[in-house]
T-cell receptor
């Protein structure tokens, strides 16, 4: 059974810092891994999707890496801004067909 | 291109009642998945519909049921509501068969409160 863990559970940083969020999964036979952002009480916004054949994906100040063999992914946020404050979730498919297993998320607060 | 929409936004019910939540998938998408997100937790997979057929189910009792219509919109029905059903219910659409590039697009969710 696939399990996803995210560390840390919460993070508070001053504006401008670079930061890393961690995600680990127990079954390395994944097709892809997706990072999402969730604002309080809102739906999920997809940030990055990394295919199993890829090692990283970049979008603006965000960079996500994937190491299937060790069951880990990291989300790197450069030059953090107060607008980055949100919960960040990672998810992997249970099986082909994109039925996702989510971690509990990392709550990020960027202080101005 | 329209995004995923859900209705209603908020809903308050009492224990034992029944509820129907609705989701319109993103244009061109043929797969809809439903998730339950309790406060402070990640979303939990309820079930998925692909071309009007159930295509996988998570660890939820039969009182959670669904439908997908020919236009790929979907409903989630919950019977005999319990207090623990209080959660944010998220709908996600994707295009199955897109070679693994099937990013899921989530709606804004329906906040259900059971009293």
């Amino acid at each position: 059974k696939q399990e996803v863990t995210q560390i840390p559970a919460a993070l508070s940083v001053p504006e401008g810092e670079n930061l890393v969020l961690n995600c680990s999964f127990t079954d390395s036979a994944i097709y892809n891994l997706q990072w999402f952002r969730q604002d309080p009480g809102k739906g999920l916004t997809s940030l990055l999707l990394i295919q199993s054949s890829q090692r990283e994906q970049t979008s603006g100040r965000l960079n996500a890496s994937l190491d299937k063999s060790s069951g880990r992914s990291t989300l790197y946020i450069a030059a953090s801004q107060p607008g980055d404050s949100a919960t960040y979730l990672c998810a992997v498919p249970m099986e082909y067909g994109n039925k996702l297993v989510f971690g509990a998320g990392t709550i990020l607060r960027v202080k101005s | 291109e329209t995004g995923v929409t859900q209705s209603p936004t908020h809903l308050i019910k009492t224990r034992g009642q029944q509820v129907t939540l609705r989701c319109s998938s993103q244009s061109g998408h043929n797969t809809v998945s439903w998730y339950q997100q309790a406060l402070g937790q990640g979303p939990q997979f309820i079930f998925q519909y692909y071309r009007e057929e159930e295509n996988g189910r998570g660890n939820f009792p039969p009182r959670f049921s669904g439908l997908q219509f020919p236009n790929y919109s979907s409903e989630l029905n919950v019977n005999a509501l319990e207090l623990d059903d209080s959660a944010l219910y998220l709908c996600a659409s994707s295009l199955a068969g897109s070679g693994g590039l099937d990013t899921q697009y989530f709606g804004p969710g329906t906040r259900l409160t059971v009293l």
